[in-house]
DNA sequence: TTGCATAATGACTTTAAAGTCATTATAATA
DNA sequence: TATTATAATGACTTTAAAGTCATTATGCAA
């Protein structure tokens, strides 16, 4: 099957430039196309279905921006040096295609098929959430006990992210069913990071 | 509208329930009908159409989770204490509903209407990525530089959730044009944040 | 116990987007 | 240039799920 790759090209670029446009949840085989310039079956000439061609389109952005971190990275020398280096390169790469990752990140599932208004509403209410944590870590920094120098609110959002992070590595390894000494040992971890950082404490 | 509680709650339950064992994607308001036991006409008697639906039982999840989080921290008094309760408790509440909130942090819409194998490798993309940054993390910790008490993969997946994080709070102030050096900060912020964490050095 | 209002039903209609395929266009070869 | 193979087309078919509404059931007040 000769592809044409032009055309492949041609598809997977228009898919990507829609995401960017539309998001995920708006977008269709005929937009594909149309935004191409081409007829709908030929998208279909080169695209089992819907779905592979949004998998491969995924899969070349993550691809691309992985390889580029690797090679960075592995050319620093000490550990410190390269979570530096990935830690910039990464968030380089993400404002470079920064309409991308906005879909891929703000185009959560809970609230993708929801409307404007609704999703408003919820984002609100995380907002409310983050604003708590973000307050607590404010007033600790007025006085003194927390570094200055970081927005707070920041902050605030990061540790939500880092709770929900902690959930999701475990979800993702198959643990849902936590004694509570386990959830006690993740709070206190989360805690820990949070307030002391992973850098050994010269005693 | 004198709106028969008892059916409203019914409706919110079976959905919360089928969010839970089947996730949104799957989600359609004929199982919604059936769950609850009654016609698909009657769940339009109590909710505008599935729009409304999904945003109410999502608020009301929120809402619970939020109003235990601030009910246990404001018993608290210092802020340290505070955070403590919180981090806990936000955990506690997410364990309590481990199923719900699986769906709600899983689910992306990044994967959701993917098939199940694209899923797979997209989740093997983000697993090589994570244990990439995981591998840095445990070779300090092996070397002595970084606290040693901590899952280095796990360590390595809430970083990549802080870089994650701090672009998606960005967005979410519309700031999607940076400067290098407001990347740079960010980066620094990161950094500083995971190694030192966020208490004042004492000098 | 009858009549009226409210609630519930589920077969049916609508909508929207995926996916197909007979037809047409293009390009390569003889 | 004629012949054939390959590529492209877009009107059409299929699918699936949302949403509707004429009909039926239920419960309550007179």
Do not use: C
């Amino acid at each position: 099957m000769m592809e044409n790759v032009d055309k492949y090209e041609l598809i997977m670029s228009s898919s990507r430039k829609l995401i960017e446009e539309i998001g995920f949840s708006a977008l269709t085989m005929d937009k594909v196309a149309q935004k191409a310039g081409i007829a709908k079956g030929t998208v279909y000439l080169y695209f089992k279905d819907k779905n592979e061609l949004m998998e491969k389109v995924l899969s070349l952005g993550f691809k691309r921006m992985f390889e580029r971190i690797k090679g960075k990275v592995e050319k620093e020398k000490g550990g410190i040096e390269k979570l530096k280096t990935l830690i910039s390169e990464n968030l380089n790469y993400i404002y470079e295609n920064r309409y991308f990752f906005k879909t891929i990140f703000l185009d959560e599932v809970n609230i993708v098929f929801l409307k404007k208004k609704s999703k408003e509403s919820l984002n609100l209410r995380r907002k409310r959430y983050t604003n708590f944590i973000g307050e607590i870590i404010k007033s600790e920094m007025q006085s003194g006990r927390f570094r200055g120098d970081l927005d707070p609110l920041k902050v605030g959002y990061m540790l939500a992210s880092l709770i929900k992070t902690n959930a999701i590595y475990n979800f993702i390894n198959d643990k849902y069913e936590l004694t509570e000494g386990m959830i006690k040992k993740d709070s206190e971890d989360i805690f820990n990071l949070l307030i002391h950082g992973i850098i050994r404490p010269h005693t």
